[in-house]
């Protein structure tokens, strides 16, 4: 399974992106896909998840401000993220799970994203 991520860019304070996942490479359903981001120093951390069911879960750094979503038929995931701060800065990365065989837990190669003050 392959994990395509674009979306990422330079954009000031308070401004917004969207991020965009499509995982290849298989006729099967992807159960989860979630946003991970790792900045400078620090661990990576989830962002945000979305299941195909559609139950979702969020950083509480970011609860009020971005958005995930996915199109089950295209496996794609998006994450719209609004109000940015400079304390979003970091690599974003996408992931898909599988938890039905054939079982699967991809990554994608991550986008990166810099909000200046």
């Known amino acids: 399974v392959q994990l395509q991520a674009s979306g990422g860019g330079l954009v000031k304070a308070g401004g917004s992106l969207r991020l965009s996942c499509i995982a290849s490479?298989?006729?099967?359903?992807?159960?989860?896909m979630d946003w991970y981001r790792q900045a400078p120093g620090k661990q990576r951390e989830l962002v945000a998840s979305v299941t195909n069911g559609g139950r979702i879960n969020y950083a509480n750094s970011v609860e009020d401000r971005f958005t995930i979503s996915r199109d089950n038929a295209k496996n794609m995931a998006y994450l719209q993220m609004n109000s940015l701060k400079p304390e979003d800065t970091a690599v974003y990365y996408c992931r898909a799970r599988r938890i039905y065989a054939p079982r699967f837990d991809s990554w994608g190669q991550g986008t990166l994203v810099t909000v200046s003050s």
């Open positions: 490479g298989t006729p099967f359903n992807v159960n989860g």
